[in-house]
């Protein structure tokens, strides 16, 4: 059994072993997967009865290297079927293992295989599309005053155009994270988490349709200044996985986030907004939304004494 390279060529092929899947976690996104890869980390996969296996290899620190859950119609892996796919593609662990796989299989038989560690970092936020929709009551007071005093200056002038990412607006978009990167300085670290998200970024505009990611766009004055693209991760759960403004405006990011509940979102209940990463200002920027629930992250690692017959 060996890992091949995923592409983005390599949805519609992909697609059927997600539609059923049910892990909240926003790794398990298929469009995601497709996308994220660059110098650092390249995600590979395998086909095999009736699943669909995962892993990620890295090109420096290879110590990280790591699979995640495999996804299959209708079907869920033991604790001994992760431990013997880990063991025959030369893996030592599973990272973004959610909580309801523990809940499944009861700590006790997963660390028969397993050493447990949760990944706190990696902690998905979810909140309701109607809260972030309709952004009503005391405690969102805030980001209200925020768009209102964006939309007094930009919106009521008739300064702003709200348009879906397409095909022919993708240059535009792709300029617009060029010059986000230069604000934000990506290129300071080559492989820095800010580069890294900078190619995903642009693989996901230009690979927008092909990937069934939905983009939406925002135009001050007629230039791009703020884009939002997510994608399906369950039946009721969509993932807002970029969301870039320019940082300069007042109530741009604030009036972004809204639209983007608005428009990107019809079809599910829940916005998966990722992760903060361990970064104190992201996860202060995530829980000033109320998330409705967060979801918690595992790492899954093989110890010596693993009881596998």
């Known amino acids: 059994m060996n890992l091949s390279p995923l592409f ?11 539609s059923s899947q049910s892990y909240r976690l926003c790794i398990y996104s298929l469009s995601s997967l497709l996308i994220w890869r660059n110098e ?16 990620f290899e890295f090109s420096r620190n290879r110590e990280n290297r790591h699979l995640i859950l495999p996804i299959a119609p209708q079907r869920f892996f033991t604790p001994c079927e992760l431990y ?8 030592d662990s599973y990272h973004f293992v959610p909580e309801d796989y523990l809940t499944q299989f009861q700590r006790e038989e997963i660390s028969n295989y397993f050493n447990i560690r949760e990944e706190t970092e990696f ?9 972030m929709a309709a952004l009503a009551g005391n405690r969102f007071s805030k980001k209200r005053n925020l768009i209102k005093q964006f939309e007094r200056q930009y919106l009521n002038e008739n300064r702003v155009d709200i ?28 492989v820095g988490e800010l580069a890294c998200e900078r190619i995903a970024a642009i693989n996901a505009i230009e690979n927008l349709e092909q990937v069934a990611m939905k983009g939406l766009l925002i135009r001050l004055d007629g230039v791009v200044s703020a884009l939002g693209i997510s994608s399906r991760l369950t039946d009721d759960i969509g993932v807002l996985h970029f969301e870039k403004a320019l940082t300069t405006v007042k109530g741009l990011y604030q009036f972004l986030d809204r ?39 595992f790492h ?8 596998s017959t």
């Open 123 to 131: 902690e998905d936020y979810i909140y309701l599309k109607n809260d």
């Open 163 to 190: 348009e879906m990412i397409t095909p022919q607006t993708a240059p535009d978009c792709i300029d617009f994270i060029e010059k986000w990167c230069v604000e934000r300085n990506c290129s300071e670290d080559p």
């Open 84 to 91: 013997e796919i880990a063991r025959e593609l030369g893996f």
């Open 259 to 297: 639209e983007c509940a608005r428009g990107l979102f019809d079809e599910y209940t829940y916005i998966n907004k990722e992760s903060d990463m361990g970064i104190p200002g992201l996860a202060q920027a995530k829980q000033s939304y109320f998330p409705f629930m967060r979801v918690k992250s």
């Open 8 to 18: 983005p060529e390599q949805f519609e092929e992909l697609k059927p072993y997600f």
């Open 40 to 55: 650092k980390f390249e995600p590979y996969a395998v086909q095999r009865d009736g699943a669909v296996i995962i892993g």
């Open 300 to 307: 899954l690692k093989i110890h010596p004494e693993c009881k």
